[in-house]
């Protein structure tokens, strides 16, 4: 399925400027030695070799600042014989000052790489966890092409508290996308128990309002095992949507979401729900039916579905993201360039990343090629 990342727009930059800096300690080393032997004596440029260790702990590993530091007091040596013939009081000064700092750029640089291994493996395993509970999407499931953009919040992280999937029924492809209330471990744990209840449920629940009672039932179980103290207090909000194979049309029971919307050639407009429900894990405290929403969905139709990490975005006046009116500008696009602008122009209306997970899931009625 066609996944929209927030990687950067121009991938060459950063390799560039990390060469720059890997190589810049022998810059620095050359460039005072060339300065120092062109000057008169009064000048001294060869205490700038000192800096050479300190900036290779940045990029090199404890032996590269070790060798580094020790090409910086080969150079200084090198410079006193030169300039005096003998290396002096104030050449022996330098030389004790970069051994020095190569020795405390060198544990510097050491503990660096054990943490970067660390991070690396952190990474690992968080996209270990995002491959089992957000397993990634096929691009189509019974005539329904999808299109995802997804972002977690959290720095270094791969997955958050927001959800999605999509699965092949006897009763059409059934698709869920929410939000678990809170942030951190906790979220992702209900996001993870949410999920396994949806596709379990979702193959044998005959229809939406069952399958919301399923997951009720498994919200609340999760609570009662949970080590978390709020557990039981956590709730999702979430739409679901059944794409039945046999008819042009779509079913969708939204549990307290921001209302998908219906992307036509000719418009946008959101599926606002007839009767306003609770988000899940909630029904309990307010006495409530789940109603399901029927809508036309022939070929070339699509659902988005998005978290409110997009609707709620806001600009430096505090105006939240006009979704809808944005999304009209887009609908002749390509549902995975659609979400690349959209994922564009939410990054330019915040004026950088935003600070919630952010989830938007492009549902399409496949359009048979002619003939």
């Known amino acids: 399925m066609p996944t929209i990342t927030d990687e950067p727009d121009r991938p060459g930059a950063r390799p560039f400027l990390t060469s720059l800096v890997r190589f810049s300690p022998f810059l620095l080393i050359a460039l005072s030695a060339a300065a120092d032997a062109e000057t008169p004596a009064g000048q001294r440029y060869d205490r700038f070799v000192v800096a050479a260790p300190a900036l290779a702990a940045a990029t090199w590993g404890a032996l590269g600042t070790l060798v580094i530091g020790a090409l910086a007091v080969v150079a200084e040596i090198l410079l006193a014989l030169l300039r005096d013939g003998r290396i002096g009081a104030s050449g022996t000064s330098v030389i004790a000052a970069t051994v020095t700092v190569s020795l405390a750029a060198a544990y510097t640089a050491g503990m660096r790489v054990r943490r970067e291994r660390d991070l690396a493996l952190v990474r690992s395993v968080a996209r270990t966890a995002q491959q089992v509970v957000l397993r990634p999407l096929p691009d189509r499931i019974d005539g329904v092409d999808l299109a995802l953009y997804y972002r977690a919040a959290a720095a270094q992280a791969q997955i958050g508290g927001d959800l999605y999937e999509a699965v092949r029924t006897p009763y059409g492809v059934r698709i869920i996308l929410g939000d678990v209330q809170g942030k951190g471990l906790p979220a992702v744990e209900t996001a993870a128990a949410l999920l396994g209840s949806f596709r379990e449920a979702a193959y044998d629940a005959p229809d939406l309002p069952k399958l919301a009672g399923r997951l009720e039932t498994g919200l609340r ?38 209302p998908p919307l219906l992307v036509r050639a000719d418009g946008v407009r959101p599926i606002e729900p007839a009767v306003p429900l609770p988000p899940l894990n909630l029904s309990a405290l307010v006495s409530s039916d789940y109603h399901p929403q029927t809508v036309p969905f022939g070929p070339g139709d699509r659902v988005l579905l998005y978290t409110d990490g997009v609707s709620e975005t806001r600009d430096g006046r505090g105006e939240f993201y006009p979704l809808a009116e944005r999304l009209a500008r887009w609908t002749a696009e390509p549902s995975p360039v659609l979400l690349d602008r959209l994922r564009r122009d939410l990054h330019r209306y915040a004026g950088g990343p935003a600070d919630d997970d952010v989830a938007a899931l492009v549902a399409e009625r496949h359009v048979p090629a002619a003939g």
């Open 221 to 258: 179980r999760y609570a009662e095992r949970a080590s978390s103290p709020d557990a039981a207090e956590r709730f999702a909000t979430a739409v679901l949507l059944e794409i039945p194979v046999d008819r042009p049309e779509a079913r969708v029971l939204n549990c307290g979401h921001p």
